[in-house]
């Protein structure tokens, strides 16, 4: 399976992007997919995720209200829109996918077995 994600770039603050992660495998019987951010010096955090069958949404407390998670079953595509984006949010962007119903908690990098390579998402001041 490879996870192919797209859609960063250089945009100023406060300013919006949007970025895709498409899977090569269909994504009907998937359970989950996720991003995660990892800024220079900094270690890989959890962003956002969705329950795939579901549709629940989840998100790190200090995105919520500027970042929204949704997802395409039809184009196995997940999308992260991010708005009134700031320097902090400067980061490689990396989306993940679970195909286990029962793989621990959404927030967990632990829980995913698929990642994508990437992508830069630079915020300037």
């Known amino acids: 399976v490879q996870l192919q994600a797209s859609g960063g770039g250089l945009v100023q603050a406060g300013g919006s992007l949007r970025l895709s992660c498409e899977a090569s495998?269909?994504?009907?019987?998937?359970?989950?997919m996720g991003w995660f951010r990892q800024a220079p010096g900094k270690e890989r955090e959890f962003v956002a995720a969705i329950s795939w069958r579901g549709g629940t949404t989840y998100y790190a407390d200090s995105l919520k209200g500027r970042f929204t998670v949704s997802g395409d079953n039809a184009k196995n595509t997940m999308y992260l829109q991010m708005n009134s984006l700031k320097p902090e949010d400067t980061a490689v962007y990396y989306c993940a996918a679970s195909w286990r119903q029962y793989s621990g908690s959404y927030y967990d990098s632990a829980s995913y077995d698929y990642w994508g390579q990437g992508t830069l998402v630079t915020v300037s001041s």
């Open positions: 495998r269909r994504t009907f019987s998937m359970y989950r």
